[in-house]
């Protein structure tokens, strides 16, 4: 890929166009490499560098570009020097794994939400990532670096209608406030999770056509709400325990 087309991947319609996202920086590239072992999709990347990182291991084809180059190429305010562009997963990368939960994310808006949910479900492991039609781009530079490279490592897919989930899962929670606690038995019998919008959470009409059953994080009620990372955070590891 040309200097210039990957300088347009910053921008959600160019990386729906040309199948690729970028990926700034040392920690992420690695986490790119590690992956590509395993994985032969994520051999297909190719580098942008600086002279710095010119003798970056590896056999991936590689561009040497000036730092002037770098600081429009990349995301960041200060750029490391080294920048992979890397081909988006196709749907049929994703296939549901013996055993695997997933997790909805309805409309999240936080790139930093995002990147941070997937570091979890990474962690966890198991878990599968479906994301509503609105919801942040996961592809983001924002949440690609926020995943710290776990955005390689859990299933992803976007534009997963609310109406979608009946036909998929036959048990589907949701997080809520006046649910039961999470701490119950019966909240690992589910196939699904599902987690509302930051402000918004999930309309309730929509909820009560997936007849969900609806869980709570017991907490001493001094604030409104939990972070929605936070809370996903807490729920996977209720679910692991």
């Given amino acids: 890929m040309k200097l210039d087309d990957a300088k347009k991947l910053q921008q959600k319609k160019y990386r729906q166009s040309f199948g690729y996202f970028l990926l700034e920086g040392e920690h992420l ?4 490499q590690k992956a590509a072992e395993t994985n032969p999709h994520w051999q297909q990347a190719q580098l942008f560098v600086t002279s710095a990182y010119q003798d970056w291991p590896g056999t991936w084809p590689r561009q040497l570009v000036s730092e002037r180059q770098m600081a429009q190429l990349a995301d960041t305010k200060t750029p490391q020097g080294i920048v992979a562009v890397a081909p988006l997963p196709a749907a049929t990368d994703t296939a549901v794994m013996a055993g695997e939960r997933a997790v909805y ?13 997937l570091r979890t479900l990474a962690w966890f492991g198991g878990f599968r990532c479906l994301l509503s ?30 109406d979608a989930l009946s036909s998929r899962y036959k048990r589907i929670a949701c ?11 019966d909240f690992q019998q589910y196939d699904c999770y599902l987690f509302g919008n930051e402000a918004r ?9 997936l007849n969900v ?3 709570t994080i017991p907490g001493a009620a001094t604030v409104e709400s939990l972070n929605l990372a936070s809370a996903v955070n807490m729920a996977a590891y209720e679910l692991k325990r």
């Fill in 29 to 32: 590239v690695l986490e790119l």
């Fill in 105 to 117: 994310l309805h409309e999240v808006q936080d790139p930093g939400n995002l990147g941070t949910i």
């Fill in 133 to 162: 039609p609105g919801s942040v781009d996961p592809y983001n530079p924002k949440v690609v670096r926020a995943s710290m490279g776990a955005i390689f490592h859990v299933p992803l897919e976007t534009e997963v209608s609310l």
């Fill in 175 to 185: 997080l809520d406030i006046g649910g039961t606690a999470i701490t119950d038995a």
């Fill in 201 to 209: 959470g999930v309309p309730a009409d929509a909820l009560s056509a």
């Fill in 213 to 215: 059953r609806r869980f």
